[in-house]
């Protein structure tokens, strides 16, 4: 793994930085970049934005790795009072939302978190939406999967997401790419040992073309999350190859990450999704995606600078 990526996901689970960076004075400013606010309102302002641009959107209430049963309710509601404004506001036919389960109870109740899960997904069904369950380190993917399972019994819609950098999502994606199952393709933002993932960049690319392909020659709807201009070209020539055309899979990209190519793309006729996190608990994304992409790192760490 990358000595600089390595250390930003360390400083993700520190409380030193975490309150050095929440407190500088240009903080805020920047991560406007990258979360949409910390209301339902503002969230919503931002899914009206994006929506009358073209794109699509899937939002996500921030918080992760709950230990505590009124925190996840907590979340419950968040998630309950978004999906009634994005009905109310005409905006549930462009915007779903994606759910982290540890979130709502994941990682000291399973039964809690299905439980949660399918408050939501009943709440989305009412609002005219759909849900995604996010996917986090490797010691969740079997429980998220389980989870997946039991939700899709109600409710086939409920899409899945995969990450390339581990070495069993080829078998996970075989087994979801059937009909009607929506499945979002990443390549995986959490540290994870060598023994279940790629550490190789290299290798976490050829892993999500293979997992693409499979995709693409499922019966599934595939999503696309990706930034990298070499991988969107080359699941462009990949869906042709398919005989998948606009509107049979989808890009993602993240909030204020590429927005001039998310508007290319939906020009030319493609569905483009954007991952629209808000809510107050927003440092533990922002490192992620620090890591994720050095440029992201540099633009911070620049405003930092010339601002704090």
């Given at each position: ?9 360390a400083?993700?689970?520190?409380g ?8 500088a ?24 934005r ?6 699509t ?23 309950l ?21 540890s ?25 005219g ?12 993917t ?40 929506r ?33 693409l ?24 190859a398919?005989g ?19 508007l ?13 996190p ?18 992201n ?12």
């Open positions: 793994m990358n000595p600089l990526r390595s250390l930003i996901l400083a993700a689970r520190n030193t930085i975490r309150r050095l960076v929440a407190t004075p240009v903080s805020r400013d920047v991560v406007r970049r990258f979360v949409a606010g910390e209301t339902t309102a503002e969230a919503v302002a931002v899914t009206r994006l929506v009358d641009s073209g794109l959107v899937t939002l996500d209430h921030l918080g992760e790795d709950t230990t505590d049963a009124a925190l996840a309710e907590q979340t419950v509601q968040a998630y009072e978004l999906l009634d404004q994005l009905h109310a506001e005409g905006l549930s036919d462009r915007a779903e939302v994606s759910v982290k389960l979130a709502v109870g994941q990682m000291f109740d399973e039964d809690l978190a299905l439980a949660n899960a399918k408050r939501i997904c009943a709440a989305a069904e009412a609002a939406t759909t849900v995604t369950l996010d996917m986090e380190d490797h010691t969740t079997d429980s998220t999967l389980r989870i997946l399972g039991e939700l899709r019994s109600t409710w086939p819609w409920v899409g899945a997401v995969l990450q390339s950098y581990l070495h069993r999502t080829l078998d996970d994606v075989t087994a979801l790419a059937t009909s009607g199952s499945v979002r393709l990443c390549k995986g933002a959490y540290k994870e040992p060598e023994t279940v993932a790629f550490q190789d960049p290299i290798e976490v690319d050829k892993s999500y073309v293979r997992c693409a392909n499979a995709l020659a499922g019966d599934g709807y595939p999503k696309f999350a990706t930034h990298d201009p070499r991988l969107v070209r080359i699941i462009g020539e990949r869906a042709d398919h998948r055309k606009p509107g049979s899979f989808e890009h993602q990209m993240l909030f204020g990450i590429r927005p001039d190519e998310q290319r793309l939906a020009q030319l006729g493609h569905t483009v999704r954007v991952y629209v808000y809510g107050g608990e927003w440092y533990g994304y922002l490192m992620r995606r620090m890591a994720e992409r050095p440029a790192t540099a633009f911070f760490l620049r405003a930092l600078a010339s601002r704090s």
